[in-house]
């Protein structure tokens, strides 16, 4: 079975704007073993919106339409889809009704136009939408499916896992993927690509995907077959050798983040961990934070941005500051033992460097990083000289130090 | 005068990839006054290519089809285009010499497979390729012209902008194309556009695209004119009475995201800010040091995670948090007030909430979040009950905590 998926809106025709919705989407249905054979952006346009759909309807089985579900009247999918199919459109109260309630309850007045969401096309099955305004809606028209998404990624994904996947599974033809996710952190794309490539060329199936962000590597293994065990016995049989290869470097099999990761190795531990922030400003704190349940293990932290806070906050003392400057294996060092003993946490991290584009006062070159750990047993401080812009620096800058963090717990 | 682009290849039907050269081909297109109507993305499928090219030329005065121009079977590209134009292919020996001599130049053998890259559609006008072995090509076909391009992003853009532009401006009206680029905090879009439409609506020219994410709203207004002045007398014309009715709600008129608004007030004013966050774990200090240069205004902060470290870092009593609760406006006030105390900065925003998915201890609903700012005239908080995920909720929150201080800073 081969899908289309067609994403809706001229701002995405503008220069600055990609449609990520479909990349969610094709691995949704790859997983299921369905191909993507063609996807397109579309503006807000009625007519060229009706050809694309009828266009895809007719080469193939399953059509994913996002966006263009809002109020406005730009919001054209309704009318387009209902067009390409020669089917008229139904205004639904009870759709309004609710809509108007949810507005009341958060003590809003619903505006009129929000009435347009309440449309939906003959024969069409209304899918809810948890996390905003506008219904889907799944159609089906002579062996084929459409499906009508909203744009905003959070939205579309919780509706299209919810509504659409249990549907999907029950028309398409069972085919079973196996994969296995790894992640990957303190190793540069190239190197780990010289590396493992003697392993994973030799095979079609399971297909092997690298992806690299800062710190981060992903290696994505992919296999289809008729069984399971047959999948498994594929992979098997490229992942071990390449999990030899990468050992200790590997930090997730199933494709969590590292803060998720640290994050069960401390509850495992009956640890607690604090921060202390100079370049990153927050950002470690935001990773540790970013996973539900987080104050199981992570107590707070300390944004030293100025030298200053790095006294009044941490307690670096200003000889250090004065001897050493601020970007510096002790201040980093101090910063960590000082974040430890104000917090009473098990772990302290700290980060200290020039994230740049301009050089530090201590003129250090930009990219260079400090990133301690403490722990009853003292601490340990790395040095990283990291490549490319702001962004890139304090993001490789968190990763590190998750990864340090990790490797104290783990012993390696 | 519309384009459509066609990017050729499967490995860009993965979940992995996206289509950037579209981006840049966008760009400078739109420069030229065309507009990009739809983009595709389609595999090396042979008939699937053919029928996109036929759809295109028979909709679009431009189309550039991107990539499938190497020496492999799946590059497809030249004998698709050849098929939707009804043209033969012509084998240039011309290209397929000065091919092999540019493998002899690097001590190589052209494999024999490069051949298919001499293969030129009849009547087309070959573009060298300067980075490559693909050469390009240019083909008119009554009134509407196909443009074939590498696929690899340095050999795309540098064919385009030698070879197609100075043709393209040849073929193409002159126009010029203005833009004003609003963005609007605190409003939902729906009301937003229930206010705004009745201006934007009465013109085609400009266009109007509204964006939305957690707390932030874009109106992008696009002029197409025979002149400056026309355009900026458009401009005027529709985004004043906008303006008007957005009001301080407006933050930024050239794109700047909020925390390089906010502090360019700090740096106007002399001040400096300081955080406290308890749900947002540092994204709002990681929001204030994304910008460079924000150690100006931005002099740190506390990551008051537990009611311990609310307490120990920015001296909220216990009292305080018996009898309130840590997710109360009485604690978002001492939060704010003991931060600008303990850092000495002239203002001080605060941040508690229940970013979820479980629900707080002191059992507010998810999505409760208050906002406090702290300066010399005393403190102020807000309080907000926010939509969606815990991403979401906390995105909001920064959003809301950095246009307090906006507005504090203005007056508003």
């Known amino acids: 079975m081969n899908a289309e998926i067609v994403a809706v809106g001229s701002e995405m025709l503008t220069p600055q704007r990609v449609d990520t919705n479909s990349l969610y989407l094709t691995g949704e249905l790859n997983n299921l073993g369905v191909e993507v054979v063609t996807k ?3 503006g807000d346009h009625l007519e060229r919106l009706r050809d694309a759909v009828r266009h895809a309807i007719s080469r193939s089985e399953i059509l994913i339409v996002s966006g263009g579900l809002g109020p406005t009247e730009d919001d ?3 009318e387009a889809v ?3 199919l020669d089917r008229k459109l139904h205004y639904h109260q009870e759709i309004a009704d609710a809509l108007e309630q949810r507005f009341a ?3 809003r007045k619903m505006a ?3 009435k347009r969401q309440a449309f ?7 899918l809810p939408n948890e996390r905003g305004t506008a219904p889907g809606q799944w159609v089906e028209e002579s062996g084929a499916v459409v499906m009508l998404l909203p744009g905003p990624p959070h939205e579309l994904k919780a509706m299209f896992e919810r509504q659409c996947l249990p549907r999907l599974a029950r028309i398409v033809p069972q085919l079973v993927i196996r ?5 990957v952190a303190g190793m540069g794309e190239s190197d780990l690509d010289q590396l493992i490539a003697p392993v994973y060329k030799k095979y079609v199936n399971p297909a092997t995907t690298i992806l690299a962000a800062a710190g981060d590597i992903q290696v994505h293994l992919r296999a289809r077959c008729a069984t399971v065990a047959e999948a498994d016995t594929l992979l098997a049989e490229v992942a ?3 999990e030899l290869l990468l050992g200790d470097r590997i930090y997730s099999r199933n494709g969590d983040p590292l803060e998720a990761v640290v994050g069960d190795l401390l509850r495992q531990h009956h640890a607690t961990v604090s921060v202390a922030e100079s370049c990153t400003g927050g950002m470690l704190g935001e990773r540790f934070t970013s996973e539900a349940g987080s104050s199981d293990y992570f107590v707070g932290g300390f944004i030293t941005y100025t030298n200053e806070m790095k006294m009044a906050m941490v307690g670096v003392t200003p000889e250090l500051l004065a001897d050493h400057g601020a970007v510096s294996k002790e201040v980093a060092e101090a910063m960590a033992v000082g974040a430890r003993r104000r917090t009473n946490s098990t772990y302290a991290l700290s980060i200290t460097g020039v994230a740049g584009p301009g050089a530090g006062g201590d003129s250090a070159p930009v990219g260079t990083t400090f990133i301690g750990v403490a722990d009853a047993a003292g601490a340990h401080v790395l040095q990283r000289q990291f490549l490319g812009d702001r962004t890139r620096i304090r993001n490789f800058a968190s990763q590190l130090a998750l990864d340090l963090l990790r490797r104290r717990m783990t012993g390696r």
Chains 1, 2 share one sequence.
Do not use: D, M, Q, S
């Open 40 to 42: 397109c952006v579309i």
């Open 76 to 78: 054209l999918t309704r």
């Open 82 to 84: 209902a067009h390409a």
């Open 105 to 107: 309850r958060l003590n």
């Open 112 to 114: 009129e136009v929000n």
């Open 120 to 126: 939906i096309i003959e024969g069409a099955t209304i």
């Open 179 to 183: 994969t296995i996710f790894l992640r």
């Open 240 to 242: 071990g050798p390449i």
